[in-house]
């Protein structure tokens, strides 16, 4: 199976309804409708999830591994960004 | 008593189509031409197989003789086994097989929903579950027909190569043996003479899309279902019956 005929997937999984898709791995298919029913062949055969979807790898823009510097270390000294600085009182329950 | 015998033999035969079918299908683990068709194919053979439990487990809870589906399953002779031909023809390529897949799905989940209108209370139980994973068979082995039919060149041609030389196989679905008369008669099982039209307009269906036609069947291959199978059969039975002969009783 060539590239150009089978071009790859991202396959993303929701688990329980209310929970996120997940990125769960990729594949290769056709076309959308045999993506998705890969998908359900390759990760759902152990009831990992209720929701699939799938998105042509080549549509995804990624951000740049060179400039992850300047993206992401200026993050790492704001420590007050963390919502973690309050008592949460025991009525509000889980957060 | 009603003799049960009729009904009995009927479960086997069914069983015996899903089980053959599905240690076909269990051939291509490891050897499909990508990763996802490797882990689909198993995957309907699986379903195939829980539906051959069913079916032998319910005929051998019926005959009451001690015996189980295992030893319906791996301990009879050739000649005893009573699935159609289409489902022990090797598997050729991968037209080939998801072609043979469509044609038993798309006939099963007619025979199921029909099971589920008016038939048996038990067999009912198994087919709510049975047509929705058909359901799954007809779509996924349906789509490969049509990707493969409109294809490139030579997959069209050995889609069209494959229809050639399955379809006249596939008069043996609506084959009624004396057992399933009297099944059909007592209410226990669909008339399958009355699933052939759906049976054609699904094939024709994915068929137009695919660019193959219908052939003219002017011989119909039959005779499995009173035990006279092709040459391949043996070969097959050797390797499916391989473990249990070679060590009784072995279990996991």
């Not at chain 1, 979807?53 to 995804?60: A, H, L, P």
Request: glycine content about 6%.
């Amino acid at each position: 199976m060539s590239i150009e005929t089978t071009p790859l997937w991202e396959v993303f999984i929701r688990s329980r309804n209310g929970l996120n898709h997940k990125h769960v791995g990729s594949l290769h298919a056709a076309d959308s409708n045999l993506a998705v029913q890969s998908a359900r062949d390759v990760y759902t055969r152990r009831e990992e999830g209720n929701s699939i979807w799938v998105v042509r790898s080549d549509q995804i823009i990624a951000s740049d591994p060179d400039r992850s510097g300047e993206n992401f270390e200026p993050a790492a000294d704001k420590i007050y960004r963390h919502p973690s600085f309050y008592d949460i009182p025991d009525d509000v329950g889980h957060m | 008593m009603e003799d049960k015998t009729p009904f009995i033999n009927v479960l086997i035969s069914l069983g015996d189509d899903h089980l053959i079918l599905g240690h076909r299908l269990s051939e291509w683990c490891g050897h499909a031409p990508m990763l996802e068709e490797d882990l689909s194919m198993p995957n309907m053979a699986l379903d195939l197989l829980g539906q051959a439990r069913n079916l032998y487990g319910y005929a051998v809870e019926l005959e009451a003789k001690g015996r189980t589906e295992d030893d319906v399953a791996f301990l009879r002779s050739d000649r005893e086994y009573k699935n159609i031909l289409m489902v022990e023809r090797p598997n050729g390529d991968f037209a080939h097989t998801i072609l043979r897949q469509f044609y038993f799905a798309a006939y099963m989940k007619l025979f199921w929903e029909s099971v589920l209108k008016n038939g048996d209370g038990r067999l009912q139980e198994f087919a709510a579950k049975a047509s929705k994973e058909l359901a799954y068979h007809i779509r996924h082995c349906g789509e490969w027909v049509v990707r493969l039919g409109d294809g490139t060149e030579e997959s069209a041609a050995r889609m069209k190569a494959a229809v050639d030389a399955l379809h006249p196989y596939t008069n043996e679905l609506f084959d009624v043996t004396p057992d399933f008369q009297h099944c059909i008669d007592g209410g226990l099982l669909p008339e399958p003479a009355t699933l052939r039209a759906d049976w054609d307009a699904s094939v024709e269906q994915v068929f137009q899309q695919a660019f193959l036609s219908v052939p003219e069947v002017p011989f119909p291959q039959t005779g499995g279902r009173t035990g006279h199978h092709t040459e391949a059969f043996g070969h097959l039975l050797s390797e499916l019956q391989y473990m249990q002969r070679a060590y009784p009783g072995l279990t996991w």
